[in-house]
C-alpha cells in the first residue's frame, strides 16, 4: 500500500488520467460497435490487461526499463523474422501471429523497445561512443526492411518519422535530417509503384479510383452532427470497413458527435503538450530523446488515423492510440504510456 502511495505521490497525475480517459473512450466506443459480444468483452479484457502494464511499466527505473525494452526488442524482432515465413495473411499482408483465438502484431509491440533503446544508443553517442549509432542504424535498417516485406507502407513512415525525430532532438547533424526526408520521399514513392494495395489508397484519395470508405466516413460525420444519435445508434458503422479499428474515430463522429470527437482530441493535445513542456525542463539526453520520441510516435500516429477518417491524407490502416480495437495497438500503447510516465515520474529524476 505504501509503495502506491509513493507511486501516486510521484506520477504525473494529469497526465495519467487524461490517459484513462482516453483508454475509457475506446471501451465506451467499443460497446457501440455491436457486432458480437465476444468482440465488446475482448476489448475491455485487452484493456485491463494494458493498464495492469501501464501502471507496472510506470513503477520501473530508467535502468529496468531498458533491460526490458533490449529484451523485447530482439524477442519481437525475432517474431518479425517468423511472421515472414509464415502462410497467415490478412488482405495480403503477414504482418501478424495467430495464437489459438487470437493475433499478435509483432511489429505494434516492438515500437516502444525500440524508441527507447534509440534514446539509449544516441545519449552514448553523445558521450562520444560512437560505434553505438552504427548499430543503431544497422538495427533500424534491418528492422525498416522487414516490415515492408510484410508490407506496411504506414508502420515504417511511422518508424522511420519517430527515429528521425529523436535524431534531431539529439542536435546530431541536419544532413541526418535532410537525408530522412529524403529517403521518406523516396520510399513513399517507390511504395507507389511496388505495392499494389498502396497505389489504390492513393488513386482512391485523388478520386482516380474507389472512394467507398472514406466517403462513409465522412457521411458518418455528417451524420453524427454536433451532438450524434446516441451510443449504438449508428447505422454507417455497419458498413464501414474495419470501423472498429482504422475508422474509429468516423463512428466516434456519427454516434457521440462532433463535441465529443473534439474532447479525443482535446486529450490527446493535452498528452502531448504536456508531455512536451516536461522534456524543455529535463537535462538528461537519454530522457529527452526517449520521451521525445514515445510522445513523437503517440502523436504521429494518432494525427494519421484522425486525419485519415477525415480524408485528409490517403487510409495507411493504422489504429488510434489506446481507442481502436486491437490486443497488439492497445498492449504496445500501454507499455509506451507506462515507460512515458516513468521517465517522467519525479522519483526517477
Not at 9 to 35: A, M, P, W
Not at 89 to 102: D, L, P, S, T, Y
Not at 196 to 201: L, S
Amino acid at each position: 500500500m505504501k509503495n502506491f502511495e509513493n507511486w501516486w505521490l510521484s506520477i504525473d497525475k494529469l497526465n495519467f488520467i487524461l490517459i484513462f480517459s482516453l483508454g475509457v473512450t475506446g471501451v465506451i466506443l467499443s460497446f457501440s460497435i455491436n457486432e458480437s459480444f465476444t468482440y465488446i468483452n475482448r476489448h475491455t479484457i485487452f484493456f485491463i490487461i494494458g493498464f495492469i502494464l501501464l501502471i507496472f511499466f510506470s513503477n520501473l527505473d530508467d535502468k529496468n526499463i531498458r533491460r526490458i525494452s533490449l529484451f523485447g526488442f530482439l524477442f519481437l524482432f525475432i517474431l518479425l523474422l517468423y511472421v515472414l515465413r509464415l502462410d497467415f495473411e490478412v488482405k495480403g499482408a503477414k504482418r501478424w501471429i495467430k495464437f489459438f483465438n487470437f493475433t499478435i502484431q509483432p511489429s505494434e509491440l516492438i515500437k516502444p523497445f525500440f524508441i527507447i533503446l534509440t534514446a539509449w544508443c544516441i545519449s552514448q553517442t553523445i558521450n562520444s561512443k560512437k560505434n553505438y549509432l552504427i548499430t543503431l542504424f544497422i538495427f533500424f535498417g534491418a528492422l525498416i526492411s522487414l516490415i515492408l516485406l510484410q508490407p506496411d507502407v504506414g508502420m515504417t513512415i511511422l518508424f522511420t518519422s519517430t527515429f528521425f525525430c529523436q535524431l534531431f532532438v539529439a542536435g546530431l547533424p541536419l544532413i541526418l535530417v535532410i537525408l530522412a526526408v529524403i529517403f521518406l520521399l523516396i520510399m513513399s514513392t517507390s511504395s507507389y509503384f511496388i505495392f499494389d494495395h498502396v497505389q489504390r489508397r492513393i488513386n482512391s484519395f485523388f478520386e482516380s479510383g474507389d472512394t467507398h470508405q472514406i466517403d462513409l466516413s465522412i457521411r458518418a460525420f455528417k451524420s453524427g452532427g454536433i451532438f450524434g444519435k446516441g451510443p449504438g445508434q449508428g447505422i454507417l458503422k455497419e458498413k464501414i470497413p474495419d470501423a472498429k479499428t482504422d475508422f474509429i474515430f468516423s463512428v466516434a463522429g456519427e454516434e457521440l458527435g462532433l463535441i465529443f470527437c473534439l474532447i479525443i482530441l482535446l486529450i490527446i493535445l493535452s498528452i502531448i503538450i504536456r508531455t512536451l513542456i516536461k522534456v524543455l525542463k529535463i537535462q538528461d539526453p537519454y530522457k529527452m530523446i526517449a520521451i521525445s520520441g514515445l510522445i513523437c510516435s503517440f502523436g504521429l500516429q494518432s494525427l494519421i488515423n484522425i486525419f485519415s477518417s477525415l480524408g485528409v491524407i490517403p487510409t495507411k490502416g493504422m489504429t488510434l492510440p489506446f481507442v481502436s480495437y486491437g490486443g497488439s495497438s492497445i498492449i504496445s500503447i500501454s507499455i509506451l504510456f507506462g515507460f512515458l510516465l516513468s521517465l517522467t515520474n519525479k522519483n526517477n529524476e
